[in-house]
């Protein structure tokens, strides 16, 4: 799965540590809320870079836009919660996989420039996405 990762600032970090157990039943909605304000950064940035500046029209049938979604999140084996967005293990109709299309539209190959979209994504979804899991927080606990 291609995937991007986000630290979190530590004062939102200690936060969530002073709620100890109660955290862990929340951790879920909490962490869907910013994968989602992610998420859709993802999907804006993939419009925007689908066929665009190339020399042959575009034959895209649209399976990697629908390949991006968010999986459900799970604690680990070191009890930290985690969950990914991006490009699942999914295949198009042709047999390619849609994680290696997205990789060649981040990066380029020979003969294909890049034009990334999943980096700018991450970068333009960092504020919004925190500012979505502390309001859910809020909402959560009653901060």
Not at 16 to 41: H, M, N
Not at 109 to 127: F, I, T, V, Y
């Amino acid at each position: 799965m291609a995937k991007c990762e986000m630290k979190m600032p530590d004062e939102f970090l200690d936060k969530l540590s002073k709620l100890g157990d109660r955290f862990d039943k929340a951790a879920p909605k909490i962490l869907q809320s910013g994968g989602k304000v992610v998420l859709s950064a993802m999907k804006t940035n993939l419009e925007g870079r689908i066929g665009k500046d190339t020399k042959y029209p575009s034959r895209s049938k649209g399976d990697l836009l629908r390949s991006l979604g968010i999986t459900p999140a799970l604690q680990d084996r070191n009890g930290e919660w985690n969950i990914r967005v991006g490009v699942g293990d999914s295949i198009d109709r042709e047999g390619v996989p849609n994680a290696l299309k997205a990789q060649v539209l981040e990066y380029g190959k020979s003969g294909q420039k890049a034009k990334p979209w999943m980096k700018p994504a991450r970068r333009k979804a960092r504020k919004p996405a925190v500012q979505a899991m502390e309001e859910t927080l809020k909402k959560e606990f009653d901060l």
